[in-house]
């Protein structure tokens, strides 16, 4: 994988010494992809540091769109990229939309239409016109580590199929997060 300035680090690197959860995402364009980035950005990094785990996007486009994604995610965690796709590969994630009739994200929070709307005007206004990753290809989530331990794996079958992430949260130890605006009532 590449780092944000292009550093080329071996994958088995970041889950050699701690248990990670990593996160394939579709496209850096993708409004889902991005939305979920956001909620990610939500997880404390002292609930991670007190579990010893790693949270770590990955993305597919080139390591130049690592920085502007963060940026506009507010996500301050670890991310790279995989431009060629070898590790998605490997792992068997697959290319173009399964059956996505029933399935429902609690990340989502624009409608297919405007979503897909702000991502093409992303696209259109960046730099060049850029999709940013293959945009039939989907992600995954693992928790892995230390060593080559897997604990967890799921292949997302379409865009709205990624785990949620306080399951993540939880399958990995790590405490779980209120993604929703709503307070918390606690009880005295």
């Known amino acids: 994988v590449l780092d944000a300035n292009g550093r080329s680090i071996p994958f088995k690197a970041l889950y050699r010494e701690h248990k990670a ?11 889902i992809c991005k939305e979920y980035v956001e909620d990610l950005a939500k997880v404390p990094k ?10 770590i996007v990955i993305g597919q486009s080139s390591y130049h769109h690592i920085k502007p994604f963060c940026h506009l995610t507010g996500y301050t965690h670890e991310m790279y990229v995989d431009p060629e796709r070898k590790i998605y590969k490997t ?3 697959r290319r173009g939309e399964g059956n996505n009739a029933t399935v429902q994200s609690p990340h989502v929070k624009s409608n297919m239409l405007l979503g897909s709307i702000r ?20 992600g995954g989530a693992l928790i892995l580590g230390p060593g080559n331990e897997v604990h967890f794996l799921h292949l997302d079958k379409n865009r709205l199929d990624h785990v949620p992430i306080n399951t993540v949260l939880e399958l990995a130890g790590v405490k779980t997060v209120n ?6 009532i606690i009880d005295i």
């Open 179 to 184: 993604f929703s605006n709503k307070p918390e």
């Open 119 to 138: 991502s093409m005007w992303r696209a259109m206004t960046g730099p060049a016109f850029d999709f940013q990753g293959d945009p039939a290809q989907q």
């Open 21 to 31: 959860i990593v996160l394939f995402v579709r496209n850096f364009l993708c409004y």
């Open 46 to 55: 002292a609930f991670l540091n007190e579990a010893n785990v790693r949270l």
């Open 91 to 93: 792992l068997g994630m």
